[in-house]
């Protein structure tokens, strides 16, 4: 089992910039694909971005790409997200998932772990 711990939400301003920041802990980071969703009040949780292991593919939501870039560093176990330009409908709540194979995957079934979110909230 991976433990996730989120950080690096808050209030920006639209147009404004965020880092976030996924510490995993319990198992190399280097074993599992890994993964950002989030959920707005109200709607579903969405998928946002994702990683292999070894950080050489990467898939992102339509509505975020050119926006935001996934990252990952191995020898530190962290996986991180890069938001840029960001727009009010960005704001939700941003959770860090753990896969159990090594690929990356937009699916939030493929996922066994997950942090406990972040909150991202962009004004207009």
């Known amino acids: 089992q991976v433990q996730l711990v989120e950080s690096g939400g808050g209030l920006v301003q639209a147009g404004g910039s965020l880092r976030l920041s996924c510490a995993a802990s319990g198992r190399p980071s280097s074993t599992y694909g890994m993964g950002w969703f989030r959920q707005a009040p109200g709607k579903e949780r969405e998928f946002v971005a994702t990683?292999?292991?070894?950080?050489?593919?990467?898939n992102y939501v339509e509505s975020v790409k050119g926006r935001f870039t996934i990252s990952r560093d191995n020898a530190k176990n962290m996986v991180y997200l890069q938001m840029n330009s960001l727009k009010p409908e960005d704001t939700a709540v941003y959770y860090c998932?753990?896969?159990?194979?090594?690929?990356?995957?937009?699916?939030?079934?493929?996922?066994?772990?997950w942090g406990r979110g972040t909150q991202v909230t962009v004004s207009s």
């Open positions: 990683i292999d292991w070894r950080g050489g593919s990467t």
């Open positions: 998932a753990a896969r159990l194979a090594r690929l990356s995957s937009s699916n939030s079934d493929d996922y066994a772990s």
